[in-house]
Every structure is written in structure tokens, then in C-alpha cells.
């Protein structure tokens, strides 16, 4: 069975400062993706970054990076110099090869930025 | 161009209504699905579509039904309302074939039950 685990409900972080958003995944596939998403307040869901399970290196997309540790089955959100715009909730998901059209949900962190 | 539209985006009804929720797609995807999000914020898969053919059927109650006309088009149909229902309903698309094709979200449609 595929799962998503986000243990961190709420977080907080100064602004400018970096901050972890953790999770972790349980699949018993070879071939996954992993995909982060951001819910502002706005309600909108907005995708982030995406991690491959064969990907040696982690991936980067501007100041959103993943620390992917595959033995650990954890693919962490990193966010470096957080804004105030980062206040949100964010989510971390999952995709096989061979459950192809199911996405699994993980069940979220707020994350607030502090001036 | 909005990728994936949804209307209403608002939507206040009365307990026992039947309503509906349409959305749409012009990013020539094959898999459409329907989400619901409750008030903590869960997002639980309802439906999936691919290429018009429901492909997921979670154990959601008969008293909803999708509708896909064409691939562009998932609708959703909901009957004799009931509180339980009231949550945000998000409509998104992803391309067939490769896994690390993201899913486009809608802006949502919150559903209000009284």
C-alpha cells in the first residue's frame, strides 16, 4: 500500500531564515515520483518541485529544494530564505508507475513566516 | 488561459439539493480526477477519469456522480445534498505516460451545505 506521512501539522520559521518541511513514504514500487504542492491562504494548489525515484541528484527549483534520502524513504521540503509569501499549507505527494492515475496525498504542514 | 477551470467557485445550497460542479481542462491531458477537502485541510480522491473511462471510484457515496463528456470535461453531480458534504472540491488534470507529469489543479469550488 502506498502512504504519505507529514508529522509536522504546524511550523514556524523566521522570515529570511531556511526551514524542513518533512516526509516521508511507504511504496513497495521502484518506480515512484514525489511531488510537493503549496495551498495559500487563497485556496489555489500550486506545484513545487518534483523528485524521481531514480534521480541521483535532488532536485532544486529556485529556493524550493528536496533532501531525497531513498533508503529512508523521505523526500523533505527545503526552503531557504523563507518570505512571508511562504506562509502556507504545503503538501507532499505521491505517484507510481503502476498505480499510475492515483496521486496519495500526504496530510499537510502549515507552515507561518514570522517578520 | 486558465488551465483548469471550475465553476461555481462558490456554491451555497440548501440540505436535500441537487447541484452540480463543472470543470475544464485545455491542456489536452488524458486523466482528470476529482478532490474533496475537508475543513483540516485532508485532500481525499474521489473520481479519475482517463480518456472519458472512470479509471477510481473511492468509497464515495452513490449520491455522486461524474460525468466526462469528452476528455476536456469532468462534471460533477451531486445528490440530495447533506451537511457532510460541505468542503472544497478541487478539479485537476495530469498528462498519461510518464510518472513525473504533476497534476494541474482548478482554484476549487467551495460547497457550502445549510
Known amino acids: 500500500a502506498q502512504k504519505i506521512t507529514q508529522t509536522q501539522p504546524g511550523m514556524f520559521v523566521q522570515e529570511k531564515e531556511a526551514v524542513t518541511l518533512d516526509c516521508t513514504y511507504d511504496?513497495?514500487?521502484?518506480?515512484?515520483?514525489l511531488f510537493w504542492y503549496k495551498q495559500p491562504s487563497s485556496g489555489e494548489m500550486i506545484f513545487l518541485i518534483y523528485?524521481?525515484?531514480?534521480?541521483?541528484q535532488n532536485a532544486t527549483e529556485g529556493r524550493y529544494s528536496l533532501n531525497f534520502q531513498k533508503a529512508r524513504k523521505s523526500a523533505n521540503l527545503v526552503i531557504s530564505a523563507s518570505q512571508l509569501g511562504d506562509s502556507a499549507m504545503y503538501f507532499c505527494a505521491m505517484r507510481s508507475l503502476y498505480n499510475f492515475n492515483k496521486f496519495y496525498f500526504g496530510s499537510g504542514t502549515k507552515l507561518n513566516v514570522k517578520p | 488561459d486558465t488551465a483548469v477551470s471550475q465553476t461555481p467557485k462558490y456554491l451555497v445550497t440548501q440540505m436535500g439539493n441537487d447541484k452540480s460542479i463543472k470543470c475544464e481542462q485545455n491542456?489536452?491531458?488524458?486523466?482528470m480526477y476529482w478532490y474533496k477537502q475537508d475543513s483540516k485541510k485532508f485532500l481525499k480522491i474521489m473520481f479519475s477519469?482517463?480518456?472519458?473511462?472512470?479509471?477510481i471510484n473511492e468509497t464515495v457515496p452513490n449520491r455522486f456522480s461524474p460525468k466526462s463528456p469528452d476528455k476536456a470535461h469532468l462534471n460533477l453531480h451531486i445528490n440530495s445534498l447533506e451537511l457532510g458534504d460541505s468542503a472544497v472540491y478541487f478539479c485537476a488534470s495530469s498528462q498519461e505516460g510518464l510518472v513525473q507529469e504533476t497534476q494541474y489543479f482548478g482554484p476549487g469550488t467551495r460547497l457550502l451545505v445549510l
Open positions: 491542456l489536452g491531458h488524458d486523466t
Open positions: 523528485q524521481g525515484s531514480y534521480d541521483e
Open positions: 477519469y482517463n480518456n472519458k473511462e472512470l479509471i
Open positions: 511504496t513497495s514500487d521502484q518506480s515512484y515520483g
